[in-house]
Nanobody, 118 residues
Framework: VQLQASGGGLVQAGGSLRLSCAAS????????MGWFRQAPGKEREFVAA????????NYADSVKGRFTIDRDNAKNTVYLQMSTLKPEDTAVYYC????????????WGQGTQVTVSS
């Protein structure tokens, strides 16, 4: 499975961005898709996740109420709508896929930079 993330950029605090992650290959092996982020000098952290089949979404407390994860199965694409962005949201954002087999985050995209200016 290959994941291609896009949509990052520079935005002012309070603004919005939408990230996209296009999946290709054996997507039937993916149970759920997620977004993670890594800020400079910090460890990668979970942001949001959604099952490919739909259902319960999960969010990090730091983004609840501001970010929304969604998917378009027909396009094999997952989105992360980010609103009310804060400077602390600045990071490289990675999309990931968890295998149906063991639910582990095994597939990773290349990352897209999001920079929020104050």
């Amino acid at each position: 499975v290959q994941l291609q993330a896009s949509g990052g950029g520079l935005v002012q605090a309070g603004g919005s961005l939408r990230l996209s992650c296009a999946a290709s290959g054996r997507t039937s092996s993916v149970y759920k898709m997620g977004w993670f982020r890594q800020a400079p000098g910090k460890e990668r952290e979970f942001v949001a996740a959604i099952p490919w089949s739909g259902g319960t979404t999960n969010y990090a407390d730091s983004v609840k109420g501001r970010f929304t994860i969604d998917r378009d199965n027909a396009k094999n694409t997952v989105y992360l709508q980010m609103s009310t962005l804060k400077p602390e949201d600045t990071a490289v954002y990675y999309c990931a896929g968890a295998k149906t087999y063991d639910y582990r985050w095994s597939y990773w995209g290349q990352g897209t930079q999001v920079t929020v200016s104050s």
